[in-house]
């Protein structure tokens, strides 16, 4: 009991602690070089926290991450700054390549995609143009600030911006991620609809601290808006048909991808889906049949092996098997059991996403995307 009010009384000091740090500094910007986020987060309070949470601000810290980037390290060589480009964008701009600075450690951070003024996709080495300094670009137009000058950007609201990282083709031609490509060929570019328009989508929350009075005010969602919702909406699976001849019952399964803005799965080559059908009879439960479709990207080295660790995806990745379904997109499957005539027929089949690390075994995710039962009389 004691020690529990002790602790509060510790907290209590803190808030009034921090409190009294705000009020009495303002928070200092780096004019010539880049801001810690958590700088940038004592005005704009709300999109911190929501960036805090998001993927981007664990871009290198993440233990996923760091256990490949280890590994790559040990290798040696200059891959290890190619993973910095996309995992710690600052580190090659500021040559803080041991990422000792704890602002290089944030991975992706407010300074480095505020400063943004160019993106060349084409360019694998360094495809940002930054201007690090007083200036913070956004998509706003007539914001002004009492902390830096505000100079409004349409690249902020344009898929290249994400492209620089989203993207990425080897020296042997192999796109490895290609997640803006898939975008670019898809009808979203015509329909107008960015990866901000479903990756930075407006939530409730304020801009910055100094507006207090804005009620009903949004900010674009900064955690990513990447939710197992999400892909239960953009992906779909439907039973075409079942038809059933004397000892053989044909089961016809269509997937589609409805609301994903790229391929499903997209990105790094770890992540999978997986139809899984199977056949069972009705009255004992004996299991008939099943069968198992992937959906995937796989990256083959010289050999036609399939390559796995990410110094050799991003090197030595030579070519591709794609196999995933790309945006709007519907595949129809067909499978066949051997069944006894005369009996009903139980069908089940289920759409999961999978995603597995192959770095940190026992990193696994998997996401029951939809199912589908039903039941087929016997004949
Ligand atoms: C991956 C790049 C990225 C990172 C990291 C990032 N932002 Fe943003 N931010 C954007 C984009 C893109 C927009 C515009 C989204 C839109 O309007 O569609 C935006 C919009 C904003 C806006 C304008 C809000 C409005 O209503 O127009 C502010 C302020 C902002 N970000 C601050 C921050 C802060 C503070 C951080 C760090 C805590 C941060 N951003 C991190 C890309 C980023
Ligand atoms: C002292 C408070 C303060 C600090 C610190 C601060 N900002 Fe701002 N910022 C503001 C205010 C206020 C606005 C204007 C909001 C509005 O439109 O009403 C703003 C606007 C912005 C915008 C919107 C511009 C646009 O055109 O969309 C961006 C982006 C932004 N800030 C980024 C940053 C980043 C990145 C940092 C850290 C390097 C930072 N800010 C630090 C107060 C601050
Ligand atoms: C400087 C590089 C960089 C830029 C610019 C960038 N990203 Fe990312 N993004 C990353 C990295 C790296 C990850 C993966 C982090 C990890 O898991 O290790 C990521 C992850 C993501 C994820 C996955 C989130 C999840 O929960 O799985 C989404 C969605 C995303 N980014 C969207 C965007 C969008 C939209 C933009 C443009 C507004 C953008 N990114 C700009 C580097 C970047
Ligand atoms: C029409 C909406 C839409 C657009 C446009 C869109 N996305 Fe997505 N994104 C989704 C949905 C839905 C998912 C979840 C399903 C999936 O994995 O494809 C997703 C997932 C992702 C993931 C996570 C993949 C994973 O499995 O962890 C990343 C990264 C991503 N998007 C980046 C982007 C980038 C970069 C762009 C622009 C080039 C973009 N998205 C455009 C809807 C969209
Ligand atoms: C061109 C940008 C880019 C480069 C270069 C890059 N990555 Fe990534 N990496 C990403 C993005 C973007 C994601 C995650 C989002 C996705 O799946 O699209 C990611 C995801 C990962 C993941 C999965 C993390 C998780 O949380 O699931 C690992 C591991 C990884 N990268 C390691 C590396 C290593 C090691 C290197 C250097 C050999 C490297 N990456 C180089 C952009 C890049």
Known sequence: MARRLAWGMLGVLII??????????????????????????????????????????????????????????????????????????????????????AVTREGVGCDFCHSVTGVAIRDTGSPFDVEVGATKRGAKVGATSPAHAVQPSILHKSSRLCGGCHEFRNDEGVAVISTFSEWRASSYPSELRACQDCHFVPVSGRIAVQRQGALGATIPDHRLQRSQEQLREAVKLDLVRTTRN??????????????????????????????????????????????????????LGGSGKALLRDVELFLRGR???????TPGQARSETFAFPVPSGEAVRVHAELEYLYRSHVLAGNEWRVQVARHDSLIPGN
């Open 319 to 325: 070519e591709v098997r794609d196999t995933r379904i």
């Open 246 to 299: 004397a000892g053989r019952l044909e089961v016809v399964l269509a997937v589609r991808n409805i609301g994903s803005g790229h391929a499903v799965p997209t990105g790094h080559p770890s992540r999978r889906l997986l139809l899984k059908v199977e056949a069972r009879s009705a009255g004992s439960g004996a299991l008939l049949g099943d069968a198992t479709q992937t959906y995937e990207k796989v990256i």
């Open 16 to 101: 009034l602690g921090t409190a009294v740090a705000h009020a009495a500094e303002k928070p200092r910007l780096n004019p010539s070089g880049f801001t810690p986020s958590q700088v940038c987060g004592t005005c704009h309070q709300d999109i911190y926290a929501m960036w805090k949470d998001s993927k981007h601000a664990r871009a290198f810290e993440n233990p996923i991450f760091a256990a490949a980037y280890r590994e790559v390290r040990r290798e040696g060589g200059s891959a290890k700054e190619l993973c910095l480009r996309c995992h710690a964008p600052i580190a090659g701009i500021t040559g803080d390549l041991e990422a000792r600075q």
